[in-house]
């Protein structure tokens, strides 16, 4: 069997069209979503990150505001700029472009941004709504794995057994939630299990997020499953790779996400579909 691809590109293209078509619906209500990027330090593939998410921004109607900064930029100066970004109301969206340089933190950081306006769905408030199922906004990377699972006709994953690869705060620990939120069973692991390939085996579902390549290999799938590759790696001779080893995996898998073209476009229009909801949240708000 050769696994199905699912297309990050053209899933992320069709979502978009509809993200323009509510912006439209918002601007005839005299609101345009805004959305502020902000970049510290020279980090080259962050360069590319926050570009791309203006460019995003641009293809669908949106506002955008790209504001970089150079690595010596402190803490208490960073923290300032988000509050006047908070108080800004053409802006609907905040997001501080992850790594952060290291004199900085980025938990400081990230909590000053108001949850109303945080669109990466990193605040601990928007962790905390997703824990108990109250409206928050979604971390963007697992919420686009979702509408992968979505586009596969995978929404509803109850007697599914879906193993998570990973747990960190901005992928690993939100994508377990989110795919208990949609019934399956789901197992966690991480460098502390004993046999990851005994869990991976078992799952119709795998989530590889751990940023090493060649995690997850044919021998580890059952067939048939579906395999999200969330990593983002570079090969010896620099070609970007995924945590999967793909050429090996879509032999035994019925579905597969490509690196490039799968996850990493999603987490951008996820983007644009939290900074939509914001403005959309804001202009259903009483006016006070
Ligand atoms: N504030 C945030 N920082 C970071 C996030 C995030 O969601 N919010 N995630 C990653 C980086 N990231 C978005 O910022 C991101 C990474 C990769 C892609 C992507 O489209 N990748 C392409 C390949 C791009 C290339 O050629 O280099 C693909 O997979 O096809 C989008 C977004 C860490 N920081």
Redesign the pocket.
Known sequence: MTAQLID??ALSRQLRGEVRSRTAALASRGITPGLAVVLVGDNP??Q???R??VLACEDVGFHSVLEKYDASLTEGELLARIEALNNDPAIHGI?????LPAHIDDHKVIEAISPAKDV?G?HVASAGALLVGEAGFK???PYGCMKMLESIGMKDLRGKHAVVIGRSN?VGKPMALMLLAANATVTVCHSGTADLAAMTRQADVVVAAVGKRGVLTADMVKPGAVVIDVG?NRTDEGK?CGDVDFNGVREVAGWITP???????M??TM?LVNTLEAAERLAAAPQA
């Open positions: 990050g590109n593939a962050s590319v990150y926050v791309n998410k997001l501080v472009q992850l790594p990466d990193f971390a963007c990377t901005i983002m970007l690196v490039p073209g799968g996850v990493g476009p987490t951008i983007l």
